[in-house]
């Protein structure tokens, strides 16, 4: 029993669908997570992370079936695997124009969490000033002539509670 073009179509079909859902919840869970991740709540971001982390994984998990089935079938691995593979099985290019839309909505959510890591980023250095002010350091790292890194006068204990 063979292959049949049509039957690796409708298993694209359901690939591409579910990745398309999928990027579309990603979409959104990165647009809140941006304004999770600029408030101060540890538990919210920890969910919202969690929540992503899951959705990456879906998506980890149906590229790497489109990928099986692009290798069993001996149409190589990649983007010029699926290519050869989707000219096959879908010479009408239906499920061509859904990749493609998969695509543009992968390139926004990675602008997305771009965005978002950019601000976890600038959030972590104001943290490490007021960590470096608390130490009682300028927050700004000098060095001797040696090379060595100058702390500052010494550490401070913080009262414990």
């Known amino acids: 029993m063979s292959v049949q073009p049509t039957d690796v179509s409708r298993m694209l079909e359901r690939v591409l669908g579910d990745e398309a859902r999928l990027l579309a919840e990603l979409e959104q869970l990165l647009t809140r997570e941006a304004d999770v991740v600029r408030g101060d709540d540890p538990n919210a971001i920890e969910n919202i992370g969690a929540t992503r982390h899951r959705c990456v994984e879906a998506l980890t998990r149906l590229d790497t079936e489109r990928t099986d089935a692009c290798r069993m079938l001996s149409f190589g691995t990649g983007r010029e695997g699926l290519e050869r593979l989707l000219a096959w099985c879908d010479p009408a290019q239906d499920l061509r124009a859904r990749w493609q839309a998969n695509l543009q909505a992968a390139r926004r959510c990675k602008e997305l969490n771009d965005r978002n890591g950019a601000i976890v980023t600038v959030k972590l250095g104001q943290v490490q000033q007021l960590l470096a002010t608390l130490r ?22 913080l009262g414990r509670a």
């Not at 009682?136 to 204990?157: I, K, L």
Request: aromatic fraction near 14%.
């Open 136 to 157: 009682g350091g300028s927050g700004d790292p000098v060095y001797r002539r040696q090379g060595a890194r100058f702390e500052g006068f010494g550490r401070r204990e």
